[in-house]
């Protein structure tokens, strides 16, 4: 972990991080290793989605909303299928399916758009994925969630999540008023 921290502050410093070299992708590597924040072979890349998608589908489990990961038998027009589905109706009748994305606005193809504002980048990737999901919309509520690698998350995944967490509160009531309290005396 403290590796991790060390690399977080540098990069954030813009200073060096390692020996310029090639990545196992062919492509430069520079000073500032930035590289590993957008390379698709990046081991980092692949934990981040998953345990984004395992977040969501823990949070809709414990808002009562009972879901399964990587739903078998539900493909889009690429063969692709998305990250969860819903296992009871919601609104209009239709069970949600939702599909993760994690964007670096390192990487050149996002460099305009995050130069211009915080949390842009996230809009983007979840715009391509409705997109690609748009054959489900009839039978399916689709939610994508695209979060930038350094922390904004797209405008309707924040609303999903707002309005999952408050469905949480209401389940559990009772952890909500000591959480509450802890937070109010600790100020």
Same mark, same amino acid.
């Not at 919601?90 to 915080?118: E, F, H, N």
């Given at each position: 972990?403290?590796?991790?921290?060390?690399?977080?502050?540098?990069?954030?410093?813009?200073?060096?991080?390692?020996?310029?070299?090639?990545?196992?992708?062919?492509?430069?590597?520079?000073?500032?290793?930035?590289?590993?924040?957008?390379?698709?072979?990046?081991?980092?890349?692949?934990?981040?989605?998953?345990?984004?998608?395992?977040?969501?589908?823990?949070?809709?489990?414990?808002?009562?909303?009972?879901?399964?990961?990587?739903?078998?038998?539900?493909?889009?027009?690429?063969?692709?299928?998305?990250?969860?589905?819903?296992?009871?109706?919601?609104?209009? %009748?239709?069970? $949600? !399916?939702? *599909?993760?994305?994690?964007?670096?606005?390192? +990487?050149?193809?996002?460099?305009? /758009? &995050? #130069?211009? %504002?915080?949390? $842009? !980048?996230? *809009?983007?990737?979840?715009?391509?994925?409705? +997109?690609?999901?748009?054959?489900? /919309? &009839? #039978?399916?509520?689709?939610?994508?969630?695209?979060?930038?690698?350094?922390?904004?998350?797209? +405008?309707?995944?924040?609303d999903f999540i707002s309005n999952l967490g408050q469905k949480i509160s209401y389940t559990f009531p009772a952890t909500t008023e000591r959480l509450s309290s802890y937070s109010s005396a600790s100020l």
């Amino acid at each position: 972990m403290k590796q991790c921290g060390r690399a977080a502050v540098v990069m954030r410093l813009g200073l060096d991080l390692c020996v310029p070299h090639r990545c196992q992708c062919g492509s430069d590597v520079d000073a500032q290793g930035r590289h590993a924040m957008v390379c698709k072979k990046a081991s980092g890349k692949i934990a981040r989605h998953q345990v984004l998608n395992d977040v969501i589908w823990r949070a809709l489990n414990a808002a009562g909303i009972p879901a399964t990961n990587e739903p078998s038998g539900i493909n889009s027009r690429d063969g692709k299928r998305p990250d969860g589905l819903t296992l009871i109706p919601r609104q209009g %009748g239709k069970p $949600l !399916v939702w *599909d993760v994305t994690v964007a670096s606005t390192l +990487a050149a193809s996002y460099a305009d /758009t &995050a #130069a211009t %504002g915080m949390g $842009l !980048v996230a *809009d983007q990737p979840a715009t391509r994925k409705s +997109a690609k999901y748009v054959d489900f /919309t &009839a #039978a399916y509520i689709f939610q994508p969630i695209a979060v930038e690698n350094l922390g904004p998350i797209n +405008a309707s995944a924040l609303d999903f999540i707002s309005n999952l967490g408050q469905k949480i509160s209401y389940t559990f009531p009772a952890t909500t008023e000591r959480l509450s309290s802890y937070s109010s005396a600790s100020l």
